[in-house]
Nanobody, 122 residues
Framework: QLQASGGGLVQAGSSLRLSCAASGRSLNTYATGWFRQAPGKEREFVAGIGWIGTTTDVADSVKGRFTISRDNTKNTVYLQMSSLKPEDTAVYLC?????????????????WGQGTQVTVSS
């Protein structure tokens, strides 16, 4: 089971760090991806990290502002978000796939957690 946390209401320009924690299994052998979905919009890839941890991918819309990382000792994947913009407002979800590469395709991920709301005010 995956649980995303760390969302909140912040002002534009602020930073937040989201966490994706796994229970019941180790994330060490799983790729993890972050996706987001705003009201009325399709789910959008944000960032992904491969199971080895050295391969990462970040969407162009957040490149230079968001960073994905993992701490295997805590069985957690993080999404560090900085310079937040109102258009980053969405529910952020994490997903995992065993031995995956952290790709941008939602269909590559078998396990999904509940999301955490991020709201950025202008």
């Amino acid at each position: 089971q995956l649980q995303a946390s760390g969302g909140g209401l912040v002002q534009a320009g602020s930073s937040l760090r989201l966490s994706c924690a796994a229970s019941g299994r180790s994330l060490n052998t799983y790729a993890t991806g972050w996706f987001r979905q705003a009201p009325g919009k399709e789910r959008e890839f944000v960032a992904g990290i491969g199971w080895i941890g050295t391969t990462t991918d970040v969407a162009d819309s957040v490149k230079g502002r968001f960073t994905i990382s993992r701490d295997n000792t805590k069985n957690t994947v993080y999404l560090q978000m900085s310079s937040l913009k109102p258009e980053d407002t969405a529910v952020y979800l994490c997903a995992s796939q065993k031995y995956g590469m952290g790709t941008s395709r939602a269909t590559d991920y078998a396990y999904w957690g509940q999301g955490t709301q991020v709201t950025v005010s202008s």
